[in-house]
DNA sequence: AACCAAAGCAACCGCTCCTAG
DNA sequence: ACTAGGAGCGGTTGCTTTGGT
């Protein structure tokens, strides 16, 4: 159990973001706080988890709240208060910190008028041209050691429980994704 | 063009909950 | 039933971006 004594933090960088989404893709998750090791980051478990839940993880839509997802926030904050992941589990596409900092900063004070007049849900923002991933520098999956390659306390049948499962989230779904984030 | 203030957003912290042993 | 460790949640901070002067 031997963990980084002071991990990086502060903003992640497009090669972390790759590494990250690479091994996930792989192995899928298996244990946040011993993962960071595998991958070839030297962050918290709690950094890397925030990180693939608040932006790296499939179907996220980033960008602007539809109106019609602002009213469902607006009434189930009345109903439910501050339970932002219980409020984020009714829109898919976004997550619980993008709800509380948009109720943070548009609708805290101002609850009861429409924040935003323009809403338009950007899809297109989410465009991106899959040709150009020859020119990405994303990791392969031979650049990750396999985690019961090392000596741990964890057995194969663990590290590998999810492996295979998140095939469906392919090498052209990754360029995509890394596009529709806007890291490249 | 430079400066400043406000707004927006990404990330960290500390706590609670859950689960396996 | 108890404990330890991991996961998840909400509050908060601080950096970056944007708009005004």
Redesign the pocket.
Known sequence: ?VRQPY???????PDEDQKLIAYIMRYG???????PRFVGLQ?????C???W???LRPNLR???FTREEEETIIRLQKE??????????TLPHKT???I???W???LKNNNSAS??TETSCSIEENSCDANSSASLNIPTMTDFPEPFACST?FSPSDCHQTEEVDNTYSMRELLFHLNA??RY
Do not use: C, F, Q
Request: aromatic share 12%; proline share 2%; hydrophobic share 30%.
């Open positions: 159990m991990p990086k933090k502060g903003t992640w960088t998750v298996w244990n946040w706080n011993e993962m962050r918290s478990g709690k950094s988890r925030l990180r839940m608040n932006y980033r960008g602007n439910l208060g501050n339970r932002w992941s219980a409020i984020a589990a619980d910190n993008d509380k900092n948009y943070n900063t548009r924040a935003t306390t984030i806007g």
